[in-house]
């Protein structure tokens, strides 16, 4: 088996989305073991994955994955920021846009108001150790966030801005879930091929009272996220 062939093995492995950036991988003698080689040829395919950026190699520490699928559980209420910084990847976020507008007929519904009241709307896309990964929009019943500075969205979670700002505490959150041809403009934003498939989440946060204070709609790059769902003994059918 040629070195390639142990890097190749290494990247299906490790990179099918079951393992989240920053997990530590096994040594070098167990590659050596696990593909009968010798140790020259598993530090070659190790070089040859760092240098792509696969993997990072830490001295005294090991061997990490650096470049893979990040996994979060579906309708999970921790934010971009504390997820990713936990998972052992480099968070970002580039605001795109934001503003104040005449909220949707479904809208008006979810969030129980008025129609003739506005709705503030934030674009933002999130990265991932530098690499564009998810296209978000989110729309708040609450206007006066446009009075903040510009670079509280990029800095900060939006969660704990409106917590902070308005009393309003995350309680629920519903996520729905599905795959769908990225539209041009996602396309343009992500640096993604035509055509290309993506996940397309819709989640709708609830505060601690039960009222909607987010609807957001999330385009992501399933080759840097994937989702976990997990379920009780009490949920599991025999």
Known sequence: MLYRDVAAQIRTEFGDGRFSPGTLLPSENDFVEAFAVSRTTVRKALRALEEEGFIERRQGQGTFLKKGALTRRVSSGMDFLSHTSLSGVRPGTRLVSYRRRVRSIAEQTLFE???????FELVRLRLLNGEACVLQT????????TELPRRQFESRSLYKIVEQEFGARVGRIRE?????????????????????????????AHDQDGHVIEVSRNYIRPDHYSFVQESSSAEVMA
């Open 138 to 145: 989110s729309v708040l019943p609450f206007t006066k966030l």
């Open 113 to 119: 108001t008025p129609a003739a009241d506005e709705v």
């Open 176 to 204: 729905v879930l599905s795959c769908a041809i990225a539209p041009v403009e996602v396309r343009e934003a992500l640096g993604l091929d035509d055509p290309t498939a993506v996940f397309v989440s819709h989640r709708i």
